[in-house]
Each structure stands twice: as structure tokens, then as C-alpha cells.
């Protein structure tokens, strides 16, 4: 058998004789988990989100134990590239409103702040137009829409129905977005008109002021976009509604939300309301 292995028999004698230790077992068990959850999030996760993945799973194990057995067994999340942050063209006529948010990106409940922004992904059949409507109180994204123009009827007033529909209004709402022709036209104005909602929007050329949605959209392009090239529009709008509904809304640990998920969050925002 020694010699079928290519193994010397002294080598065999020593396995024998030192079997695995039960630190190694439980070294292997867990490097299987990591991998199972880095696997699960497709590649996605890093270390924090891992551990807290794993905690919540019954494991007992801290952040930088998972990080020292990843790079150990070169475990990698796949967001590397920089994002470039794209600024809104805001040269229209259109009426530009205030910052009333001005950086104040804590919501006490539900539908009391949103925030949105358009963004595009490249395919090989063109650009593909996404617009998201985000409640800063869960991080979660209660609207979206897809398209292929940059029309207000298929990008912003497109998410906003899906927002309200997703989530009505009971109360007064701050939304902002950044002044571009989509949020200043007549057309989505005219949305608002009858509602409780004011509406706000960042200075000119200042991404900070609408970092929320900036940020979902580096999150978003890190995490998927920039790790596949998109044949065909129709293969993007599948991927995008994959990464928004199947895995940001109600599988992606949210730092901000003390690494509970949107869905997690806001039962936990409902919860404190019925008890309340």
C-alpha cells in the first residue's frame, strides 16, 4: 500500500500512531461552516458578517478567530473594487428643494424618512436604469424599479408607487434624493401632491448628503455587479432582483443594524410598536 501511495512506511507508522488532534477536528468543523456560509452568500461576506452568521446559528466564535481561519485557508469575499461614486447632473429648470434631511440618517420607526437614487448598469444590449427608495429606519429597500430609459414614469415614480404600495403612509415623511431632473420634474411631483410628504433634496455635486443610498448602491455594485458581465439586459434584471429581494432585503447582515438583516430589523421595529 506504501508503495501504491508513494509513501515511505515510517510515515504511515507515524499517522498511526498520531491521529488527528481534537483541536484540529474542530479547527476542520469549523473552516466547513465558514465555508458553508461564505458559500451561501455568495462569496459576499467577509468576517464580521461570517461570525455573526455563525453565532446566530448556535456557534460560539469570535471575529478574529473566523478572520485568522480564512486567510489560513485563503477564504476571500469577493468585494474588492472601488466604487466611484457618480454624481447627478442637476442642469434643469425644474424647482430644486432643501436639505431638510441634512445628513441625519436616524429614523425612529418605519415610513418616517426615505431615501432614493438612480443608478446604471452596463449589459451588452445597453444601459439598464435602476432606481431604489430605501426607509432609513430598517435600511430596507421598499421600492425599486428597473428600466431602460431614464424617464421619471420608469425610474422614480415607477419605485415610488412600489414604496408606498410596500409600505403605506400613516404619517408625515421626509423624502430625499439628490436634485436631479427625475425628482424635480412635474411628473414625479405630481406623485406627492395630496400626501404627507416633504420633500428634500442634497446640495449640488454633494454625494455625503445622500450617503444611504450611495452606499447601498457601492454595496450593491461590489457585491454583484462588478463580478458579472451581463450578455443581456433581461440576464441583469434577473440578477438585480435576485440580489435585492432574495438576498439584501432578508439575508444581508446590515452593520448599521447591529448585523440583523432588513427583514430582521424591521420585525423587531414592529414587535417594539405592538408592545408599545
Not at 481534537?22 to 466547513?32: A, D, G, S
Not at 422614480?156 to 427625475?182: E, K, Y
Not at 395630496?194 to 446640495?203: A, E, F, H, I, K
Not at 430589523?265 to 414592529?270: A, H, I
Request: with cysteine; proline share 3%.
Amino acid at each position: 500500500m506504501c508503495q501504491v501511495l508513494k509513501v515511505s512506511t515510517s510515515g504511515y507508522y507515524y499517522w498511526l500512531q498520531h491521529p488527528v488532534s481534537l483541536r484540529e477536528r474542530k479547527e476542520q468543523e469549523l473552516v466547513e461552516q465558514i465555508k458553508q456560509v461564505h458559500e451561501q452568500s455568495k462569496c459576499r461576506y467577509g468576517s464580521p458578517r461570517i461570525a455573526m452568521e455563525l453565532k446566530e446559528r448556535g456557534i460560539n466564535v469570535s471575529r478574529p478567530r473566523v478572520a485568522r481561519v480564512m486567510q489560513k485557508h485563503h477564504i476571500q469575499s469577493i468585494v474588492r473594487k472601488k466604487y466611484r461614486v457618480q454624481t447627478t447632473d442637476s442642469s434643469h429648470a425644474y424647482t430644486v428643494a432643501e436639505n431638510y434631511l441634512n445628513r441625519d440618517f436616524h429614523a425612529a420607526g418605519p415610513a418616517e424618512k426615505w431615501v432614493s437614487e438612480l443608478t446604471y448598469i452596463r449589459t451588452g444590449e445597453g444601459w439598464l436604469y435602476l432606481t431604489v427608495v430605501l426607509d432609513l429606519a430598517d435600511r430596507k429597500v421598499v421600492g425599486w424599479a428597473l428600466s431602460e430609459t431614464m424617464d421619471a414614469e420608469a425610474t422614480t415614480v415607477a419605485a415610488w408607487r412600489m414604496a408606498i404600495r410596500n409600505r403605506p403612509l400613516f404619517h408625515s415623511l421626509l423624502f430625499h434624493s439628490d436634485r436631479g431632473v427625475q425628482y424635480a420634474c412635474g411628473a414625479f411631483r405630481e406623485q406627492l401632491e395630496g400626501m404627507p410628504v416633504l420633500q428634500s433634496m442634497s446640495r449640488k455635486g454633494n454625494c455625503w448628503d445622500n450617503a444611504v443610498a450611495e452606499s447601498f448602491f457601492k454595496t450593491m455594485k461590489t457585491e454583484m455587479v462588478y463580478h458579472h458581465k451581463f450578455a443581456t439586459i433581461a440576464e441583469a434584471k434577473l440578477a438585480v432582483f435576485e440580489y435585492i429581494e432574495g438576498f439584501y432585503n432578508r439575508k444581508r447582515r446590515h452593520s448599521a443594524l447591529g448585523y440583523l438583516t432588513p427583514c430582521q430589523y424591521e420585525s423587531l421595529l414592529y414587535n417594539q410598536a405592538v408592545a408599545a
